[in-house]
Structure formats: structure tokens, C-alpha cells
């Protein structure tokens, strides 16, 4: 007999439940432990209205309803949409009576509605919640160009404005792609060297002007570009920086270039040649 009168088998039996009390003690504080984190936590709600809802960075029904994506059929060169399916590769009469300085653009949704307030707060008031949704998002809609890109660049900001903002949206958002996609990315192929007002309210021609000249490709990264096929990541697709970006990759001899964007500035109509 062992101490008190406690057999050996007594003891036995309570030498070994003595670990698995001790595991259930630590499991009950973790579990408070965790209770607590959560309830610090704020509960999810839409990254657009803030109504509530049943996970964090999304959307709720009503906004998403809201956002115009861009369907098939699209214009192969542009990515707009087109009235109806003509065939592929079908283009519009804008890609052919002016085209891009990129080969082919593809983007999530209209610059209009939801989506506009999405890009704005995400740009201009740090609203980063939605990123890993836009990120998904735009990888699906760029599934042609992903396919067989050698490597993601982004649309670069000036040195100041970089400071005043903090982030660079759309390197954020090229990275994001480029893991989901498994692409290679350099945020610093393309410099920024010139600063240009903002192109908020200017019109198409006046954007153009205000880019001109505003970029180029880092010197000692210009292998990177020379028979590459890249995309190019932007927020939105307009007439302006997305385009001058592109043209300055083909004149550093881009096999291809692709643009993939958030959103786009898309004219009422698009006719199909």
C-alpha cells in the first residue's frame, strides 16, 4: 500500500490523468483567453456600407448587386464590353480607331457606382479591408493574361505623393496578384520621375499631356523588361498613366505588355468592328 492507504493502481491512475488535467487547464484559459481577443475584435461588416455581415472584407448583398462587372462579351484589345458576342477575337471600333499603348487591358468592374466609392476610400482614406477581395477578384478577370505573364509591374507614384499617402495602391495590389497567380513581381522596374497633377476631372487628351514623359524603366532593371511579356497593375484603367506606363515598357523592347486594373472608365457605348 502506498501513502494513506492508496494502493499502487491508485497511484498509477492518478499520475497519469494529472497531464490531461493540466492540458484541460490550459485549453479553458486559452479558450477565455481567445473569448477575450474576440470580443476587442470589431464584428464584420460590409468594407463599402458598414452594414453588418457574416465575414470580415466583403461586401454585403445590396452593394454588392452594385458593382457593374465587366462581363463577355469584351473588346479582345480593350477589355470593354461589348453590345453583343460577334465572335473572338471580336474588337471595338474605339481599339481600332485609336489604339492603346498596350497590346490587351481586362478589368473587374465599370468606374461607376460601388466600385468608385471602393477605389476612392482604398486610395484616399486607407480603407484596406477589401483588398484580399480585389486582389481575387482581379486575378479572375485577368485569367488570359496571367496565363503566361514573365512578370507583374505596377503603376508607380511619385516620390512625394508616395510620402503624403503612404502606400502605393496599386503596388499593393500587384503583389496581391502576382502570389495568387504565382507570378513573379518588381515593384521598382518602373520609376516615376516626373510629378503630374492629379488627373481627377481632366478630360482624356488633357491626361494624356499630363503623363507625358512621366515615366521610365529603372536602368539597372531593363533586363527585366527586354522580351518580357508584362502586365501592368493599376487601380483604373483611363486614358492617361495606365497607357504611358505601357508605351514606356515597349519602348524598352516588352515583348508584350497587358494591362489589369480594378476598374475602368467605360464610354456609354462600344461598337464592334
Not at 456600407?49 to 470580415?56: K, L, T
Not at 457593374?68 to 471595338?92: K, Q, T, W
Not at 520621375?193 to 478630360?203: F, H, I, N, P
Request: proline share 7%; with cysteine.
Amino acid at each position: 500500500m502506498g501513502p494513506m492507504g492508496a494502493s499502487d493502481t491508485d497511484l498509477r491512475v492518478e499520475r497519469s490523468a494529472a497531464p490531461a488535467r493540466m492540458l484541460s487547464s490550459r485549453m479553458g484559459s486559452w479558450r477565455i483567453g481567445l473569448s477575450a481577443v474576440a470580443d476587442l475584435l470589431p464584428p464584420p461588416v460590409c468594407i463599402s456600407c458598414r452594414a453588418r455581415i457574416m465575414g470580415h472584407g466583403l461586401l454585403c448583398g445590396d452593394c454588392f448587386a452594385k458593382v457593374d462587372f465587366i462581363a463577355p462579351p469584351i473588346c479582345a484589345r480593350l477589355g470593354v464590353p461589348l453590345p453583343y458576342d460577334a465572335g473572338e477575337p471580336a474588337l471595338s471600333a474605339a481599339a481600332i480607331a485609336s489604339p492603346p499603348g498596350y497590346d490587351r487591358a481586362r478589368a473587374v468592374a465599370r468606374y461607376s457606382l460601388t466600385m468608385r466609392d471602393l477605389i476612392r476610400s482604398f486610395k484616399y482614406r486607407d480603407r484596406q479591408e477589401g483588398l484580399a477581395l480585389f486582389s481575387r477578384w482581379m486575378v479572375h478577370a485577368g485569367l488570359e493574361l496571367l496565363a503566361d505573364a514573365d512578370l507583374i509591374v505596377p503603376v508607380p507614384l511619385y516620390r512625394s505623393r508616395l510620402w503624403w499617402r503612404r502606400f502605393n495602391q496599386s503596388a499593393m495590389l500587384a503583389q496581391r496578384v502576382a502570389k495568387a497567380a504565382g507570378v513573379p513581381s518588381d515593384c521598382f522596374v518602373l520609376r516615376r520621375v516626373r510629378r503630374t497633377a492629379s488627373q481627377v476631372g481632366l478630360t482624356a487628351e488633357q491626361r494624356v499631356r499630363n503623363v507625358a514623359g512621366a515615366f521610365k524603366v529603372d536602368p539597372p532593371r531593363a533586363s527585366l523588361v527586354k522580351g518580357k511579356r508584362i502586365i501592368v497593375v493599376d487601380d483604373v484603367i483611363t486614358t492617361g498613366a495606365t497607357a504611358e506606363a505601357s508605351r514606356v515598357l515597349k519602348r524598352a523592347k516588352a515583348a508584350r505588355v497587358d494591362v489589369l486594373a480594378l476598374a475602368r472608365a467605360v464610354e456609354p457605348t462600344a461598337f464592334v468592328l
